[in-house]
């Protein structure tokens, strides 16, 4: 049975051409089992008419903010209450902005923020105002606060024009909508994540490490227990206690942490590479503390086994995301990274100037992968870590879903 069963949705169309798949969305989600209510705007009205929603969701359709007739069916503020859902399909760059801006200049602006219950977008336009910064700026705010963001698919646009913002279609927009009342995105998948440093020993007092806390790793462990993922967090050396939930590896070098993952990677769905694993580690260990006879001292390093690259070319990889810290042409870099790695995903983020990223509370990340870079502006690394779990679970589900399941296997 769909979690759409008994569920109110409130519909919102705003006017792009996708406006015509509407009636499809409404007969989906009652399909479903849903009860839908659909808003429009002005707009929407030159594309679709109220009729044909009203026929098809069986309910009378709002289209104005203070419409006698329609508030005497249900008032706004109660619609906005009576919603489990609000879905917003299509989403135009001009609502998506609206939203953004907290206007409340119509009904489907209003009810948005009038409501308690979580609000999903759709959008879809021409591809050149899908890519405009202006339009990725406004879904970062919104992804920020939570809203959910299904799409674009990419494809031939009404325009003529060949590129990302056509609206999914309807039964992969009941789909998404359905997960989110899954009691957990990421239930029954089992995600191994690394995290904090490595320590590289020299002789028994000394090694080698880097500034990393921990603090983004053991976030997003404790972000995708949250979700209902099993979770497996292999950690360097930090001073941070095991999330509710996760169970811990405790590691010290690099090659434990290899050994490690690669004994629990078999049966894990998505593995998440967070840790600052050091690249290179002495080559010999001074089973002795070494003592300053000279002036100068020198250490041979060799290479330290890449643990994510290695994950990646496993004959049957899980959704394999890697970190990647940088301090200049970020975008960039992450890309080359993801092919070089043969990673699905990067999460990329600057560091060096600014006072985000390593030791910090806060952080913000650039998502890479085949399609769209994604912003996750700068938030705690909590939130950060809920809105980067929430990224990885859509696409590991819309990955498995498209081939040989490994969820269904077992
Ligand atoms: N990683 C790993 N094993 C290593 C090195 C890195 O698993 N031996 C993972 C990290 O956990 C992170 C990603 O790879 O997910 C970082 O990639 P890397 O190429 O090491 O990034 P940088 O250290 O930034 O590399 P470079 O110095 O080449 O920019």
Redesign the pocket.
């Known amino acids: 049975m769909s979690s759409l069963n008994q569920k109110n949705v409130l519909l919102g169309v705003t006017g792009g051409i996708a406006a015509y798949k509407s009636p499809d969305v409404v007969r989906r989600l009652r399909d479903a089992g849903a009860a839908v209510r659909v808003a429009m705007t002005a707009n929407a009205g030159h594309f679709i008419t109220a009729l044909t929603l009203q026929a098809v969701s069986d309910q009378a359709v709002y289209r104005k903010l203070l419409d006698a007739d329609s508030e005497s069916t249900m008032g706004h503020i109660e619609l906005a209450r009576w919603a489990d859902v609000v879905l917003v399909a299509p989403a135009t760059a001009d609502f998506l902005a609206r939203l953004a801006h907290g206007l409340a200049d119509d009904i489907l602006t209003t009810l948005c923020l009038a409501t308690e219950a979580p609000v999903a977008v759709a959008p879809a336009m021409n591809q050149q105002m899908w890519q405009h910064p202006a339009s990725q700026e406004n879904l970062a705010t919104l992804r920020a606060r939570g809203v959910s963001v299904f799409g674009p698919a990419e494809g031939s646009q009404a325009c003529g024009e060949v590129g990302p913002g056509r609206m999914l279609e309807a039964a992969d927009l009941a789909e998404r909508l359905s997960a989110l009342f899954e009691s957990g995105a990421l239930d029954k998948v089992k995600v191994v994540i ?1 995290a904090g440093p490595t320590h590289e020993a020299i002789d028994p007092v000394r090694n080698i490490t880097n500034r990393s806390s921990g603090k983004m790793g053991y976030a997003v462990a404790r972000a995708a227990a949250e979700s209902g993922a099993e979770v497996v967090l292999v950690s360097g050396p930090t001073y941070l206690s095991c999330p509710r939930g996760v169970r811990r590896i405790a590691v010290t070098s ?1 090659a434990e942490m290899h050994a490690a993952v690669l004994r629990e990677i078999a049966d894990a769905d998505v593995f998440v ?5 050091a ?1 290179y580690r002495p080559e010999k260990f001074h089973p002795q503390k070494i003592k300053k006879h000279s002036d100068r001292l020198t250490l041979e390093l060799v290479r ?5 690259a290695a994950v990646a070319a496993l004959d049957n990889p899980p959704y394999t995301v ?5 301090t200049h042409n970020v975008e960039k870099l992450a890309r080359e ?1 993801l092919l070089k ?1 043969g990673v699905d995903m990067i999460a990329a983020n600057q560091v060096g100037d600014i006072d985000i990223g390593l030791e910090s509370d806060e952080n913000a990340l650039t998502l890479i992968d085949r399609g769209d870079a994604v912003s996750l502006p700068r938030m705690n690394k909590d939130k950060l870590a809920r809105a980067l779990v929430a990224e990885i679970a859509n696409r590991y589900c819309a990955k498995s879903r498209s081939k040989n399941p490994r969820r269904a296997r077992r």
């Open positions: 690394t690099a590479g967070v840790a600052a694993v690249d330290n086994p890449d643990i994510l890697g970190f990647a810290a940088e990274k790695k």
